[in-house]
């Protein structure tokens, strides 16, 4: 009876320090924090109140650990280690609530509701989501920025770390060169591009590179050079506005192809060439800038996992007679398999969260238009917070397959 007694009395205990650490301990936690530095914030300067945090913050948490490791000890030894555990993972995993799991919550039921999240609109939202024009051109573009950018970053990832682990002599330099990109943020290279592709209307200057070079390049009518607008040896003005020179091409501006020269004059019943014509060349342009900034990181990674693959593979098939095309396809790109799928899933997520790229070369407009950037134009520009959840629960939902196949690789490489 006794020792039916202890063991009702250990499992209350053990119970009991249990809910402590994964509930009350963590909710006390977060509660001291932020009740006392949302008080202070009104009292203090900024100074004063890192110095209190460092302060009063840290002993509050040393003492909250401290206090809890000593009742963890009037608990069974054989039990303790799991408590110490639950104890620290406590306070994460309420963040993890509190910030990830009760947001994503909120996000789907506000998905649900009308503009200003007061009353039920079943399933209006998901309807407009998928039959407005301006939401299927941007599930459009963000079908194509998974499909071209994904492809392209891992297809010139895994040719470029081949090559560079081929060569002799310069490796390190040339993946320097290739990787440069990923040291520039995402505003910053869109910068660049904007300006690579920067449009303005005739007569004035080209300032876009390939702008500059196209009016830069050709001949009038009557086979005088044209230029830039420059400043000829004679002094004369070399200008492009003139019968027979290339006009510039206002290339983040063109929805389509149809309005640059080569394409002006398309048959309407040419079916493939109408399709042709409809290339949204803006889009694409925008995806580049994400290509090249990405593609260094494919390729240090692909480029690390090929040099780990043993020479003696290698060289076995070079025996055998196989060329360099062959290993490639054969031994490399079946060793490396899983770090593609890793790589892969890395700029899938990239791509579905894209947001500096369109906002700072276009904006959205001229339908270049991407999920993130026409979440926050729900958000703060037309104050429909019903619809702006909606698009980020879509979101959400293209990143759980990745989320899946990810898990079910990752049970496999376990069992195996």
């Known amino acids: 009876m006794n020792k039916n007694n202890s063991t009702l009395a250990d499992r209350l205990l053990i119970g009991g320090i249990r809910l402590l650490a994964l509930g009350a301990f963590p909710l006390i936690w977060f509660l001291f ?39 963890i000890d009037f608990a069974p030894k054989n039990h303790r280690e799991s408590l110490y555990a639950g ?3 406590g306070p994460a995993l309420f963040m993890l609530s509190l910030f990830l799991f009760y947001p994503s919550i909120r996000t789907i039921y506000l998905s649900f509701r009308d503009r200003y999240g007061d009353s039920s609109v079943g399933f209006e939202n998901y309807i407009w989501a998928f039959t407005d024009t301006e939401m ?14 994904v492809t392209m970053v891992v297809f010139l990832g895994l040719v470029i770390g081949w090559l560079a682990d081929r060569l002799n002599r310069g490796e390190a330099f040339f993946k320097s060169i290739i990787f440069m990109p990923m040291a520039i943020s995402a505003v910053g290279s869109s910068a660049i591009f904007k300006l690579i592709y920067a449009y303005r209307p005739p007569p004035s200057t080209q300032i ?22 420059v400043i000829g040896s004679n002094g004369e003005l070399i200008d492009y506005y003139r019968e027979g020179c290339p006009n510039p091409v206002g290339w983040l501006q063109q929805r389509d192809l149809s309005n640059l020269p ?4 398309i048959n309407s019943s040419d079916t493939i060439m109408n399709l042709i014509v409809n290339f949204p060349i803006n889009t694409f342009l925008l995806m580049i800038v994400m290509v090249w900034m990405s593609t260094g990181f494919a390729m240090v990674v692909f480029s690390a996992a090929i040099k780990a693959i043993p020479t003696e593979i290698i060289e076995a098939g070079q025996i055998d007679g196989a060329g360099e095309g062959k290993i490639f396809l054969s031994i490399v790109l079946p060793y490396i398999k899983s770090t ?28 270049t238009n991407l999920l993130a950037v026409k979440m926050l134009d729900e958000f703060s520009k037309y ?3 019903g619809r702006s959840a909606t698009v980020a629960v879509l979101i959400f939902v293209c990143v759980i397959p990745i989320i899946v196949i990810n898990a079910v690789r990752a049970r496999e490489e376990t069992q195996t």
Request: charged fraction near 15%.
């Open 208 to 229: 876009g590179i390939i702008n500059g070079l196209r009016v830069g390049s050709g001949k009038d009518i009557y086979g005088k050079q044209c230029g830039n607008n």
């Open 340 to 367: 593609i799928i890793v790589v892969s899933t890395y700029i899938t997520v990239s791509v579905l969260k894209a947001f500096d790229i369109v906002y700072v070369t276009t904006r959205g407009d001229l339908e």
């Open 136 to 149: 299927k051109t941007t599930l459009r573009n963000q079908v194509l920025w998974l499909l071209f950018v």
């Open 262 to 265: 080569s394409f002006e004059n």
């Open 383 to 385: 104050r429909q917070y």
């Open 87 to 89: 104890m620290f993972i």
């Open 33 to 71: 924090q932020a009740i006392l530095f949302r008080e202070l914030t009104e009292v203090l300067s900024r100074t004063a109140l890192i110095i209190v945090a460092i302060l009063v913050g840290s002993t509050f948490i040393f003492l909250l650990y401290l206090g809890m490791n000593k009742l």
